[in-house]
């Protein structure tokens, strides 16, 4: 039984293929086209997948699509009428998700009478529980997910047991903490999409000293029966015009539409462009943000735990990938175990809507466990020299060695350790947004001036965000005030008071750090190389940072050649080739 799911005409756009209960690929088609969070129809994922599966088109029995046009219908009919040129948009959007057997059939110029698979639409959130809870360790868990929008739904909760998922409650347009952390994204300056991440990195150097407003602009009580929240609609024009996300079929680039209002400046200030200085204020406001997404995210999070009584919990949604809020979730809740999807965001619902279908719909038994995000591409050791090769790169006054590993291991951690910036790029690309040492450019975490050297030389990004830190997982509790495992980058814990002077580089300004533990079972390479940094230094951590320049996370060794001879990296590791400057 091989079941496609497919996230397409959306920000994210991605496949996976899960083959008798097991995932066998995913991938964002960004890394394929080159367009970050690329919209549109998910061709040349759908292809990759496939091949690494072995299989044609003919052999997919089922097609699974995260979007069901037939929820909330009414709450949808409401708007259309309010949102006349939204109604036209949305029309548009289900013409192209009514169209995916077509578009299926020409990616592989194929007629799509042929088209044997039965296709299914998944709503929304529940694709996305069924990402986090199907994938998990977890027989029976505490579900929440929570972002900007989808199938007119921002926020949806329950409990998984087995292999079935019991919806409790959500929450519907307008309201949604997503939308609430883009608007403010917006306001302070930040108009990319994808850009909330910046604002979390900012909010670490502020005070929530406007807590208040914030308290005003969403608003949640943690007293209420229910789990739900209410957005200050005063502040959003969302609910108005529509929650625009759009995209030009040229370069499949998303963009979402204005969404605060007057009201927001009048209430916190003039609206910050984004050529200006960011100031104190600005921060300040970060701060604050932050601190009122956390007391509305735990506070549902708490009460989700009081009504279940369980004290595991999956979480997926683009609020999910708040590592510093999922950081604090042992403390704030009653929960012990925390489960987040390496592709918490819509790219995510690609493995959701096929494992959906594979348990909740076929009643299939649950076999499998995500353990390790390295479902995208790899390239053997042909690939890659044929790659060097066609590069020229010996031509260029580069030095090219092919080492045994532990030799390569050897010279590598010593590089690191001499302060050297590494271009780390080995096995199968990593599933999510998160660069876990598949992808990586690998640092000396020692040194309190690598953060500048790294976004001088090479990141070329914000001063105000954090470098990740990637420990070996046995010594998880030896640096960080917690020791549950964050393989996937997406908690926060503090660092210990006494090693932050060990580890300054990946180190944030509030003492914390967006951790990556690393097993050995999970990838022996990467583990090795931080055991023998271990080994020369001491310290059983290294910097990660993803391995790219303002761009997708590099795919191929001809992208990794090309970003590591435009940039300022001292070394480039292709699979067992040691690249160095002669």
């Known amino acids: 039984m091989n079941i496609l799911g497919i996230n397409a005409y959306h920000g994210n756009a991605s496949a996976a293929i899960v083959c008798e209960g097991r995932l066998i690929a995913a991938v964002e088609e960004e890394r394929f086209n080159r367009v970050k969070y690329a919209a549109g129809f998910p061709t040349r994922a759908i292809r990759y997948c496939l091949k690494e ?13 995260p979007r069901n046009p037939y929820a909330r219908l009414v709450t949808k009919l409401f708007y259309a009428v309010r949102m006349p040129s939204f109604a036209r948009e949305r029309a548009k959007v289900l013409a192209k998700f009514t169209g995916i057997p077509e578009a299926l059939a020409r990616a592989f110029d194929s007629d799509p009478r042929k088209l044997t698979a039965k296709f299914h639409r998944v709503e929304h959130h529940q694709a996305h529980l069924a990402s986090s809870f199907f994938v998990s360790p977890f027989e029976r868990a505490a579900l929440l997910s929570a972002d900007g929008l989808g199938d007119f739904a921002s926020t949806m909760w329950g409990v998984g047991d087995g292999n079935r998922l019991r919806i409790e409650g959500a929450v519907a347009f307008p309201h949604s903490l ?58 959003f024009t969302h609910h108005r015009t529509g929650p625009e996300m759009s995209w030009a079929e040229a370069d499949k680039t998303p963009a979402l539409g204005k969404m605060f209002s007057d009201k927001m400046a009048k209430r916190l200030g003039r609206v910050r462009t984004p050529e200006e200085t960011l100031e104190p204020r600005h921060r300040h406001l970060a701060s604050s943000l932050q601190a009122r997404l956390e007391e ?21 949604g683009g609020v999910a990938f708040n590592c510093v809020a999922n950081g604090k979730i042992f403390d704030a809740t009653p929960f012990k175990q925390v489960y987040v999807h390496p592709a918490a965001g819509d790219a995510g619902l690609a493995v959701g809507a096929a494992f959906y279908v594979w348990h ?54 010593a590089s690191i350790a001499d302060g050297k910036i590494v271009g780390w790029f080995q096995g199968r690309a990593e599933w999510g947004p998160r660069a876990l040492g598949n992808r990586s450019i690998v640092a000396d975490p020692r040194r309190p001036e690598m953060k500048e050297t790294l976004n001088r030389r090479i ?88 391995f790219n320049d303002n761009e997708p996370i590099v795919c191929r060794p001809e992208e990794a050649l090309d970003c590591f001879l435009r940039t300022q990296m001292d070394a480039l590791v292709l699979g067992e080739f040691l690249i160095t400057k002669s």
């Open 296 to 316: 509305v995210y735990l506070g549902m999070l708490k009460k989700l735990a009081e009504r279940t009584g369980l004290k595991a919990v999956c979480l997926a």
């Open 459 to 546: 990141k070329h990004r914000e001063i105000f965000r954090p470098f990740a830190p990637s420990i070996l997982a046995e010594a998880t509790s030896e640096y960080f005030e917690k020791s549950h495992p964050s393989p996937f980058m997406t908690l926060a814990y503090s660092v210990r008071q006494e090693k932050r002077d060990k580890i300054p580089a990946p180190t944030h300004v509030d003492g914390t750090g967006r951790l990556q533990t690393v097993t050995r079972e999970a990838n022996p390479r990467y583990h090795a190389l931080i055991s023998a940094f271990r080994g020369l230094t001491g310290v059983p951590v290294v910097l990660n940072t993803s």
């Open 53 to 65: 599966a072995g299989l044609a088109l003919a052999d997919i029995d089922h097609v699974a699509v």
């Open 178 to 235: 997503g939308l609430f952390y883009s608007a403010v994204t917006q306001y302070l300056g930040f108009l990319k999409f994808g850009d909330e991440y910046k604002v979390m990195g900012l909010a670490a150097y502020g005070q929530p000293e406007q807590l208040e407003a914030f308290r005003d602009i969403v608003r949640f009580d943690a007293r209420s029966n229910g789990n739900g929240f209410r957005l200050g609609l005063d502040y």
């Open 360 to 413: 909740q719909i076929l009643g299939q038994p649950r076999s499998f466990v995500m353990d390790h995000a390295y479902w995208g591409p790899g390239y053997s050791r042909d690939e890659i020299r044929q790659a060097i090769e066609s590069n020229g790169i010996s031509q260029k006054g580069y030095c090219i060695a092919e080492l045994p590993e532990e030799e390569l291991l050897k010279r590598t951690a």
